[in-house]
């Protein structure tokens, strides 16, 4: 009875182990987070009528040669454009384009009764221009999205559009036209595990030793969780290492090792012979707001030490 109670103990073990670590291996969008790029040529160009609020009536025209920053931004559903520009003397102007909810902003379109935050609702619109010191929550208006191009991840390559904003119910507009060109998308990250087919095991202790190795195409810092387990005849000696760090560089492959014991609900002790290893690799996108992984398993041998 004992034998075949530790045996469906195992067996929970190892499935639950697998499970875990076989999660969607996959590109995992951090849905909505907005990225920002540097843009490489444009200009944000508006004016207001005297009396006007956040222009103070005045004209103005920004480059991205001309500012400190000129960085052009949207989430990954591609529903909104926004663009922030710092001049040298460190004011912050803000733009703010935002299609109704669930619909991704679409070239030739004329978005009318733009309100915004935080009385628009989701079926509205959205608009918003600001100044470092001058900003107002309430206002009314419209944009047009003359032209707008996507890369990877709502990755915005180009972008034309014009703006008219009422602010806090004032006749007043400020008008203004934004045009971006950007440096080519940066490459999608991609990672690799490797795993070695062989490992050692102290009989003394019960812990093993295994490694392997991790790849990426650019630079990444992988979280790699690894487990192993092994069957025997009286139970399963089953441990896992979590999140495991590797700082990853292109180019050559970069070797991680890791050693544990069998910490998992454990019903034996590692021995020499044959074992199962696992690794679940992840990282995330420093250019776009995403995760990738990569799973692998591997049967190995284990050596006493």
């Not at 909505?32 to 103005?60: D, N, R, V």
């Not at 990250?189 to 003394?204: A, F, K, M, P």
């Not at 991790?214 to 990444?220: D, G, I, V």
Request: charged letters at 15%; a negative charge.
């Amino acid at each position: 009875m004992r034998s075949s109670a530790l045996g469906r103990c195992a067996a929970r073990t190892v499935t639950a182990l697998t499970v875990a670590l076989a999660l969607a291996v996959s590109v995992a969008p951090l849905t909505g987070t907005a990225q920002a790029h540097e843009a490489a040529s444009g200009s944000l160009s508006f004016s207001g009528e005297p009396g006007e609020y956040i222009s103070g009536g005045k004209s103005y025209a920004f480059t991205p040669g001309t500012t400190e920053m000129f960085d052009i931004s949207g989430p990954t559903s591609g529903s909104a454009v926004g663009a922030t520009v710092v001049t040298p003397e460190g004011e912050r102007w803000s733009l703010s384009m935002e299609a109704p909810y669930g619909q991704k902003l679409t070239a030739g379109t004329t978005y009318s009764n733009a309100l915004s935050w935080p009385e628009a609702r989701p079926e509205d619109p959205k608009l918003q221009f600001s100044v470092t010191d001058r900003y107002c929550e309430s206002g009314t208006g419209s944009f047009t999205i003359s032209d707008i191009v996507y890369g990877p991840h709502g990755y915005i390559r180009a972008v034309d559009a014009t703006f008219e904003r009422y602010c806090s119910g004032s006749a007043l507009p400020v008008r203004g036209e934004l045009h971006a060109q950007m440096p080519e998308p940066p490459a999608e990250l991609s990672i690799g595990v490797g795993l070695t087919t062989t490992g050692t095991v102290d009989r003394r202790t019960g812990e093993i030793t295994v490694g392997g190795t991790a790849t990426c195409n650019k630079p990444a810092r992988l979280s790699i969780n690894v487990s192993a387990y092994q069957t025997q005849k009286q139970g399963t000696a089953t441990g896992s290492h979590e999140d495991l760090i590797v700082v990853c560089e292109p180019g050559s492959p970069v070797p991680w090792t890791t050693s544990f014991p069998s910490n998992i609900d454990p019903t034996a002790s590692f021995q020499p012979g044959a074992a199962v290893l696992r690794a679940l690799a992840r990282a995330d996108d420093r250019d776009y707001p995403v995760s990738v992984s990569d799973f692998q398993s591997a049967d190995i041998g284990l050596t006493r030490s």
